[in-house]
């Protein structure tokens, strides 16, 4: 049992900052910690991915040594490389999961991946702030629960004043 | 109609179309964000719209013209399952037409919204954003690759949440709208990653055919389940499915007219279309836990949506609101059309799906004649309207009562086919539910009818002043289409039903 949940140590790590994430994300009042709980939970979604692309033994997924037939010209055999990247390519293509390669590579694509998440983060976040910062504008704070009252107070308003419009083009 | 479209078409047309119709507005939205006239703006948007309607209904064509009805587009010739792969079938030809058309004809009517309720400095943004948003909706319709899919919605996301938000010109309530919906949409997009992790864990690939080929060998894995669940929650959310639609009322109610009309007739439906295709092409309908899911999740979800969204939408006073509270209602009757399972059902839901961007596209394009002219939106500014702007507002009539359902227009035509569905499996009870949904809708489009048609104008700076011209046109092109689909339902039936056979990863053409 211990091992079992020792063996999964970074995915409990992970599921902790996802928890806290979508915790503060929901809890929170404050708009700002509500955008970094939303941070955290994205951050937590790349370390996921980051886990998922881990290979055992593997190293850094650059082909290198004997993956490179005839490495001899000091490594910039660029035609080399380029027959051993095809070699990859057609194992993927023909259907097998795995080419025949000397080392063992962790997975490069979820890193990829989450690069791109990052800049979605990023860009989400921006806006985020920059919603903030009109919204502190318009209402003078950022708290969601103040600014859910002024906007009961404003409507509330409304309504008394349209009523009142209305009374009078009656009379 | 088709053959002659093929065969007038250009050469580099025919082969390019799936990633010109992304394209073309993708990269026409920066340059946008240079032009200094607003006008010169509108314009370059009708035309990418139009483009990109031109690409859709050659895609149409040759999907339908095709011996296995699928057109695919490797990106940068990369072979497939290691390239992204613009896959195009019957379900998301019928998708990217609806999205491309109702994107013209939003951008026609929009320039008389846009110049009353943006600020004049930003309408080139204005439309920048827009274009952005429209290629992320098309993207998210047109990808094969389940990663892929993610960064265009969240495209399409982002710069939604900066349309809503310009909506605070008018009414400041816009931006804490903008802000929730932001904070729920990215939940949402971010449960939907994790889905394609755990999917991507147990199968090593992204392209979603590559991965709906294997999962049949992997039945009864975890990670395929928790998967399923992340998938069904995160797009659920963008979806507005019930009780997921919180962001919904207000984010639709505060934003400027143009963007609601646009978003209520395409942002959920594409968020429903991946929906659909993880449901029926990748997770199939035979996996045990999807049946369960089904049964258990998904038809009460839809049916309490029907029921408590129209109860909410009785006793809305503004009229914006009651149309967005009927949205996430009407969501309800399309994942009570999926979530039967059969082929009848999703080809319902699909048809629905349509009927319901035409209806809701022309009801906001009236409510946005309204806010022009009188600016206010609660049903009491609505009062005596009919006399005053006859053009407007029967149009929204058409569609008001395309929404309730009365025979001879579409909204009656798709709830006939989902009652179909539903009797065809023996779910009578349903089926009543429907009916009794139908007569809330009956209520609350009612109410608004009653005060537009038969009270005296109660504002007395109300004047005869109908919409102008552009928003006319679009508007009872939607108006007529109702009526003319509610009559001969040949071709938005055919597709919804081709479109439901190739979810199912059946062939079928008629």
């Not at chain 1, 490495?71 to 051993?84: D, P, Q, R, S």
């Not at chain 2, 999962?215 to 963008?238: C, D, Q, T």
Request: charged residues 10%.
């Amino acid at each position: 049992m211990l091992e079992f949940i020792l063996d999964r140590a970074n995915y409990w790590a992970i599921i902790g900052l996802m928890m806290i994430g979508l915790y503060i994300s929901f809890a929170s009042g404050n708009l700002i910690k509500r955008l970094v709980g939303v941070s955290i939970f994205q951050t937590s979604i790349c370390l996921f991915y980051v886990t998922l692309g881990k290979v055992t033994g593997g190293t850094a997924p650059i082909l290198f040594g004997p993956d490179i037939e005839g490495g001899h010209g000091g490594g910039h055999g660029a035609e080399e490389t380029h027959a051993a990247v095809d070699a990859v390519l057609t194992a993927a293509t023909s259907g097998e999961r795995y080419a025949d390669l000397a080392n063992t590579y962790s997975n490069p694509l979820p890193h990829v991946l989450m690069l791109t998440a990052i800049v979605v983060g990023v860009a989400t976040l921006s806006v985020g702030l920059a919603l903030i910062v009109r919204i502190r504008e318009a209402y003078g704070t950022i708290e969601g629960d103040e600014v859910r009252a002024i906007d009961m107070e404003t409507a509330i308003a409304q309504e008394a004043e349209q009523e009142k419009a209305e009374r009078e083009a009656r009379a | 109609m088709m053959d002659i479209l093929l065969n007038a078409a250009p050469r580099w047309a025919l082969l390019h179309a799936p990633v010109l119709l992304v394209m073309v507005p993708l990269f026409l939205a920066p340059v946008l964000a240079l032009v200094p006239n607003g006008r010169i703006a509108w314009m370059v948007s009708i035309f990418a719209t139009a483009a990109s309607l031109f690409f859709a209904l050659i895609l149409l064509g040759q999907v339908q013209a095709s011996p296995v009805g699928v057109v695919s587009y490797d990106i940068g010739n990369w072979p497939m399952p290691i390239g992204i792969v613009f896959r195009v079938d019957a379900l998301n030809a019928m998708i990217l037409l609806l999205v491309s058309a109702i994107g013209v004809l939003a951008t026609v009517f929009s320039w008389p919204t846009v110049a009353a309720e943006i600020n004049k400095q930003k309408h080139a943004l204005f439309y920048s954003a827009f274009l952005v948003c429209f290629a992320g909706l098309c993207g998210v319709a047109i990808t094969g690759d389940a990663f892929n899919l993610f960064v265009f919605l969240e495209i399409s996301s982002i710069s939604t949440y900066v349309l809503v938000a310009l909506g605070a010109g008018r009414d400041r309530r816009a931006l804490p709208a903008a802000f929730n919906y932001l904070i729920m949409g990215t939940i949402g997009a971010s449960f939907y990653i994790i889905g394609v992790g755990f999917l991507y864990a147990a199968t090593g690939t992204l392209n979603i055919a590559d991965i709906a080929s294997q999962l049949p060998s992997l039945a009864g894995n975890r990670s395929v389940e928790a998967g399923f669940a992340f998938i069904v929650i995160g797009l659920g959310l963008k979806a507005a499915m019930w009780p997921l639609h919180s962001w919904l009322p207000n984010a639709y109610s505060y934003s400027p007219s143009f963007v609601t009309m646009f978003l209520s007739a395409t942002a959920t439906k594409v968020a429903l279309y991946a929906l659909i295709r993880f449901l029926f092409t990748v997770f199939r309908p035979e996996f045990a836990f999807e049946q369960a899911s089904f049964t258990f999740i998904l038809m009460p979800l839809g049916l309490a949506a029907m029921i408590s969204c129209s109860f909410q939408a009785v006793f809305q006073t503004d009229v914006r609101r009651t149309l967005a509270y009927s949205s996430v209602a009407q969501v309800g009757y399309m994942i009570l059309g999926v979530s039967i399972g059969s082929i009848a059902g999703l080809s319902a839901g699909l048809f629905h799906l349509l009927n319901h961007a035409m209806i809701k596209g022309a009801l906001f394009m009236a409510v946005a004649g309204v806010v022009l002219t009188y600016q206010g939106t609660t049903i009491r500014d609505f009062a005596g309207l009919g006399r005053s702007a006859p053009w407007t507002m029967t149009g929204f009539a058409i569609a008001a009562l395309s929404l309730i359902g009365v025979p001879l227009t579409a909204g009656f035509q798709s709830k006939l086919q989902l009652g179909y569905a539903l009797f065809e499996q023996g779910m009578w009870w349903a089926v009543v539910l429907v009916v009794f949904s139908s007569f809330l809708a009956v209520i609350y489009m009612g109410r608004i009818l009653e005060a537009i048609f038969f009270q005296a104008p109660i504002n007395p700076r109300k004047s005869r002043k109908e919409a102008p011209i552009f928003l006319l046109v679009p508007l009872w092109v939607l108006a007529l289409a109702n009526i003319y689909f509610g009559i001969n339902t040949e071709f938005p039936l055919g597709l919804a039903r081709d479109a439901a056979a190739a979810a199912f990863g059946l062939e079928a053409f008629r």
